[in-house]
């Protein structure tokens, strides 16, 4: 009979400590569901973050244009011109890894032959361009401006731009959600109500502004300028924002 009455507690203990286990997993599994649910109250609120830029590279591109009838001589001059131009640009200690050949054309002109019925090659045109960073700004005119004198007869597409912009986009966005929360805990006191936990946020980048400045092309052909003055480039700061928006749940 003791025995019995033993394995009776032995038994009914385990059946508690399984039901003890049994139910705090079922309300752990409710509470996991009960938050995964889209809140029913809530509230929206969207904030601007903005930083002030100032750019610390300047990149833009230049070209030698040639036109002749024989390719090879073509090349021989091109390839000569762009040389002396990259040695130039070393002497104005720019980096070879800031130095790059962004492209490499040449092309056959055409014309049409009204008698004999049929296009002819009269000629070719050889493009080649290279694309340049300037880390310096102080040289940025004075390159530009002695460019044209060693045969570059095309030079366009300056910008300005920051090398480490997700810095510039944290600071921003740090800001915009910093406004987003005073916002929030504002609204939610003037409502006699309480900020709970985030439900959702988003960002909309405003996009990091690039500083542009308008090229400049010498002369056709191969022909460039016998001299160029040396262009006063004003780099100026720029803004970057970054807008949010975030749900709130309030109690």
């Keep these: 009979m003791d025995t019995t009455k033993a394995w009776f507690w032995k038994l009914l203990n385990v059946t508690l400590v399984v039901i003890i286990i049994l139910g705090g997993l079922s309300a752990l599994s409710l509470r996991r569901y009960n938050n995964s649910l889209f809140p029913a109250r809530t509230i929206y609120v969207s904030a601007e973050g903005k930083t002030t830029v100032s750019p610390d590279i300047a990149k833009f ?92 007869n095309q030079i366009s597409g300056l910008t300005f731009e920051v090398e ?22 504002a609204m939610a006191k003037q409502n006699k109500v309480r900020i709970k936990r985030v439900v959702t946020f ?30 006063t480039i004003e780099p100026g700061t720029q803004e970057v924002t970054v807008n949010v928006t975030v749900t709130y749940e309030i109690r």
């Design 164 to 185: 480490d912009q997700d810095r510039y986009l944290n600071d921003a966005r740090q800001e915009a959600f910093e406004k987003a929360y005073a916002k929030a805990k």
């Design 61 to 152: 591109s230049f070209s030698v244009v040639s036109e002749g009838m024989d390719p090879e001589k073509l090349a021989e001059d091109n390839n000569s011109k762009i040389n002396k131009a990259i040695d130039y640009l070393k002497t104005q200690n720019i980096e070879s890894k800031d130095i790059k050949t962004a492209g490499y054309d040449l092309s056959p002109r055409y014309e049409y032959d009204e008698t004999k019925r049929r296009s002819f090659i009269s000629g070719y045109t050889l493009t080649q361009t290279i694309f340049v960073k300037i880390r310096d700004f102080a040289k940025i005119g004075k390159i530009l401006g002695g460019l044209p004198n060693l045969g570059i």
């Design 202 to 231: 988003s960002e909309n980048q405003g996009g990091y502004p690039i500083g542009r400045f308008a090229g400049a092309e010498y002369g056709k052909g191969g022909d460039v300028m016998t001299s160029a003055i040396a262009p």
